[in-house]
């Protein structure tokens, strides 16, 4: 398995993936293209119809290097996983604007080919993703587990387990956040 930052040369490999293969089991979120986390959550009625669509912003913001994140290919060079992984201040859904935002990597969502699932591409996309961040000088990992998911696409901001075996610890609060220190704070 390859794994890949995005960038605008991996353009078509996301879409590709996106299109045909990411949510081939759960066609309602089909056209996410993972932008929920970018996008305002309210918006004035005129707003709203000129907003793109999520296909279009999501070109726009790899073009402008805003979606981060980390691709998965097989041996034959097909996408077959994603990891949005972009810094927190820029997540508007985060609602983050104070400074130590800055210094935050937010691990936001999986999504892995239902055909390869169960056989460590996520794992491995966190594990990058870590490693990226730190080396990137983030001070903190930061991931929103949903405790109550029931299926494969509610653990699409990635099982408790995985962020606690990498060593996450949970911040206290109403909503579940776990956190782990990737360099100095």
Not at 142 to 147: D, G, K, S
């Amino acid at each position: 398995m390859d794994i890949r930052a995005l960038t605008p040369d991996l353009a078509e490999d996301f879409f590709d993936f996106f299109d045909h293969r990411a949510f081939s089991d759960n066609p309602y979120w089909k056209g996410c293209y993972c932008t929920f986390f970018h996008r305002p959550e309210k918006v004035s009625e005129e707003d709203a119809r000129q907003r793109p669509t999520r296909r279009e912003q999501a070109r726009s913001l790899i073009q402008e290097g805003v979606l981060q994140g980390y691709l998965a290919f097989d041996a034959a060079g097909k996408a077959i996983g994603w990891c949005n992984a972009n810094r927190k201040a820029r997540l508007l859904r985060l609602g983050v604007v104070d400074a130590e935002a800055q210094g935050v990597l937010s691990i936001v969502c999986f999504v892995i080919d239902p055909a390869h699932r169960r056989q460590g591409i996520a794992r491995a996309l966190l594990e990058r993703a870590l490693a990226e961040g730190a080396r990137q000088g983030f001070c903190w990992a930061e991931a929103y587990p949903a405790p109550r998911a029931r299926s494969e696409s509610g653990h699409y901001h990635g099982p408790l387990a995985l962020y606690e075996s990498f060593g996450f610890q949970r911040l206290p609060g109403r909503k579940l956040v776990v956190r782990k220190e990737l360099g100095p704070t």
